[in-house]
């Protein structure tokens, strides 16, 4: 391994591998056996896109009721009580 000559800098970094990689100075290989950890991505993904749009909702509806605006009603419209006819 060789002394870096500067003090470290995360961004200098990438920039030098990514100059390396465009150019193909770098002699390392790098492999990753595909599909391995997919469907545990998909999951993650998955569940954070849940997760955002929980929020979301949570969001919309405070929003609604702190405008003291009324509730968009469907077809079936609400009863008193907030219990659907």
Do not use: C, H, W
Not at 22 to 42: D, E, H, I, N, P
Not at 65 to 73: C, N, Q, T, V
């Amino acid at each position: 391994m060789r002394e870096s000559r500067r003090p470290k800098n995360d961004n200098l970094d990438a920039f030098g591998l990514a100059e390396q990689l465009r150019s193909g100075a770098t002699r390392t290989r790098v492999y990753k056996k595909r599909g391995q950890f997919r469907r545990l991505g998909q999951l993650a993904k998955a569940y954070d896109f849940v997760v955002g749009d929980t929020a979301r909702v949570k969001n919309r509806i405070k929003s609604v009721l702190s405008e003291g605006s009324e509730l968009p009603i469907g077809a079936g419209g609400l009863r008193e009580g907030g219990r659907e006819e």
